[in-house]
């Protein structure tokens, strides 16, 4: 357990610290209008309190990822751990913040503008169907889940099908109505439903004082696959760690923010928080296949035998519910981020429900079927969410290299977002050699090819950069 408090300590003291001294680097001016007082339209652009903010935030980018991506983290013993408190700390939090700050810089644009502002027209076309793609796949793997656990909650005529069609419905309303009618009003619920989950296995686990491994020991890859620790362990935490998906979702709140001084807790703040949820879970898992081995694999199964185990019935139905909410409140925020998306692209305002519909209806066909290719078999749905792993990592990596572009022409310091990037460059090209739905080559070519990439990734940015500096004393 002392591996274990001393990352929970870590964290905290990263959204204090590291978290003041990125927010000095990028310099909020809280006298600067936010488009939520400048461009008020009553559906996307709306002044809320930075509570509820906060909590929009955390439950957008929450989803499954620091649950069941850190189960699956945890297989690969201690590392888990530190790859959970230094890429929060000094890569995703980073990643979110500054991307997040840049959107409400921008009347609230959404991610693939941004990314077009800073890597030129050719990289937001591309973004552009990338993230919208994105979108539609967390909509689609974001219902299957939460319906299978509500069906095991519910009388058997409830059964998965019924709690589908509900869940979407739902995905459809919140897609399409103010952000204050159902977004506004639920989450808050949700986000105390998933807090408690995660206080009341924090609880649990000083109280059981479960013997965990400890950085001392080693650090073993205990996988029972024997994976490699780079690059899968890195794209199988994603959001408990870092993740593209964050910056799709901070526009969203960036149109509703009343101050640029309310970006360290709704954007930081909010990943630290993913984060801690993260490590806690990983805690958990650790736990779990110690006294069991690895012979259960479904996360599922993992999360209602370690809620009922440390939290009794009641205790155990509310944290199946906090897992329940944390998909649905990222599927819902994830169609409604493809429709501005769109829309930006379009240039179509969306202050009348039949030009929401002109965008919506499209989204909505495509993610019915994904979703119906993913419930054929089991083999469907992994492959999908592979997918998804990999394009939300990948869409990190362009996001840090944004946001760096912006750093260095803003003549700060460049490194608190260079080196995420190169080491996310390195993940993700590694991870598309090395994967079976990517290249499936063998473990040191995979390295090699990723290697070289990324070394390449950095001759391309000192070369740009110099070119940068040879531009400015031109100019003097």
Known sequence: MVTFTIALLLLICGYFLYGKYIERVFGPDKTRKTPALTMTDGVDYIPMPTWKIFMIQFLNIAGLGPIFGAIMGAKFGVASYIWIVVGTIF?????????????????????????????????????????????VLVGAVFVAGPAALLAKLTPDYMDETFWIIIVFLYYVLATLLPIDKIIGKIYPVFAVALLFMAFGILISLYVNCPNLPEITDGLQNTHPDHLPIFPIMFVSIACGAISGFHATQSPLMARCMKTEKEGRIVFFGSMITEGIVALIWAAAATYFFHENGFGERNASIIVDSITHNWLGTVGGVLAILGVIAAPITSGDTA???????????????????????????????????????????????????????????????????????????????????????????????TYICIAPEGLSLSTTLSYIAGGSLTLSALILFIYWFNKQKSSVYEKI
């Open 91 to 135: 890569a995703g939090a980073v990643h979110d913040y500054i991307s997040g700050m840049l959107s409400l810089r921008h009347q609230g644009e959404s991610l693939p503008e941004i990314i077009g502002r800073y890597l030129g027209v050719t990289t937001k076309q591309l973004m552009r169907g990338f993230t919208v793609i994105l979108m």
């Open 335 to 429: 169609l409604r981020s493809a429709r501005l998306i769109v829309a930006d692209f379009i240039h179509l305002d969306q202050k009348s429900i039949r030009k929401r519909l002109y965008i919506s209806i499209p989204i909505f066909t495509v993610t019915i079927a994904i979703l119906l290719y993913s419930l054929k078999d089991s083999a469907g749905f992994d492959m999908i969410w592979r997918y998804f792993a990999w394009c939300n990592q990948t869409l990190a990596v362009f996001t840090l290299w944004a946001v760096t572009v912006y750093i260095v022409k803003a003549k700060k310091n460049y490194l608190i977002t260079l080196l995420p990037a190169l080491f996310m460059t390195a993940v993700c090209s």
